[in-house]
């Protein structure tokens, strides 16, 4: 049985994000799950285990912030190591997620996070400012320094740990259209559809274990959650273009560079 063929097998019973995002860590603990890269070098990488840990740890402390089931927390990170982490985080703590596109208007972006009755918003120290004060933003920074010294809180999330269960009709992530309307609605989208789009995604695209996807769609758009499930499928390591990288030849380099397999064209 291959190691993809491994995964569809275990998480057929995986009907939540955060289901999905342990399955592949116990697939391929010691894999490369993210790595970030310009073109002309490697900055920085987290094995699947590392990833694992960050993000428990800081789905811990968003638990104590009161972020569950049922909420939704603003992800103002621009294409990153850090945006994944958080992203990560906040499946583990229940409560889905909306990105945040730094570079929309501020009138887009307040009503983003009205609309969605945001209730917690994460960013990184360096971006803070280009963020709205219209909700309560906790840097990533801040949190993952509260929890350094906790080993316990490694532990694996499970429901006890929540501010409620989670469940699969429960919210997992918003996405408003890119240059759509500044007022439009986002569109929600539950946990239930998620492990058959992964599953499909898998099948038809052959990605394995020893897989690369590339990250490369801003972490506002559908795009990066296919790119999402695509790694999370096989537990294939997502190479995360920085946001620097905007010309062909560039990401050319970057591709060859970091042995990309699957690049995700949307």
Known sequence: MTASA??????????????????????????????????????????????????SRLARG????????????AVGIPRSIEAVVAVWAVAKAGA????????DSAERV???????AVALGLTVESERGLLPDL??????????????????????IINGDRVRPLRV???????????????SNGVVVAHAGLRGVCEQLCIQYGVESGSRVLQYADPSSDGFMVELLLALGSGAAM????????GSDELAALMRRERVTHRFLG
């Open 6 to 55: 491994d995964f569809r097998a275990g998480w057929r019973r995986a009907f939540t994000l955060a289901r999905l995002m342990t399955v592949a860590v116990e697939l391929n603990p010691e894999g490369v799950g993210v790595v970030f890269a310009d073109g002309e070098s490697t900055l920085g990488l987290l094995s699947y285990a590392e990833l694992d840990r960050r993000s």
């Open 62 to 73: 968003l638990i104590d912030l009161g972020v569950g089931p049922g909420s939704v927390v």
């Open 96 to 103: 889905g997620f909306v990105v945040v596109d730094l570079g």
């Open 110 to 116: 307040a009503h983003i996070l009205s609309d969605c």
């Open 135 to 156: 909700v309560r933003w906790r840097s990533l920074e801040s949190l993952e320094g509260i929890a350094a010294s906790d080993d316990e809180l490694d532990d694996q």
């Open 169 to 183: 009709a429960d919210t997992a992530y918003v996405r408003y259209a890119s240059g759509s309307d500044e007022m």
């Open 239 to 246: 190479v995360i273009a920085a946001p620097g990288v905007v």
